[in-house]
């Protein structure tokens, strides 16, 4: 999975919108004007930071410590790095990323 997939993957979904509010190496993805992906362009391997319910996030850093880590730079609480290294299958990743999605969007 690189960044191409996940921006368009995103980008897909209603309402979202990208931008590069902290400049040119930090693609964000809005829902509403509120971020629910933020990808760090210049890491290796690809890194980005999703919005988790908090009681989820510490599940998923326990379970994959090697790859899902407390959101750099974030809300640790509420946010996880993940560290797109081969060791979660890019279901699982879109998953998370659907996930983010619903968080911030919220209900209408």
């Known amino acids: 999975m690189d960044v191409e997939e996940l921006r368009t993957y995103a980008l897909q979904k209603d309402d979202a919108e990208e931008a590069l509010p902290f400049g040119p190496d930090v693609w964000v993805c809005k829902v509403l004007g509120k ?8 890491t290796f391997p690809l890194q980005l930071n999703l919005k988790c319910d908090p009681a989820m996030a510490i599940e998923l850093r326990e379970r994959y410590p090697d790859c899902i880590l407390p959101g750099y730079h974030m809300n640790k609480k509420h946010w996880n790095t993940i560290l797109v290294n081969g060791m979660l299958a890019k279901k699982q990743i879109l998953q998370m990323i659907d996930d983010s999605y619903a968080l911030v969007r919220g209900k209408k």
């Open 35 to 42: 971020m629910f992906i933020l990808v760090s362009l210049d």
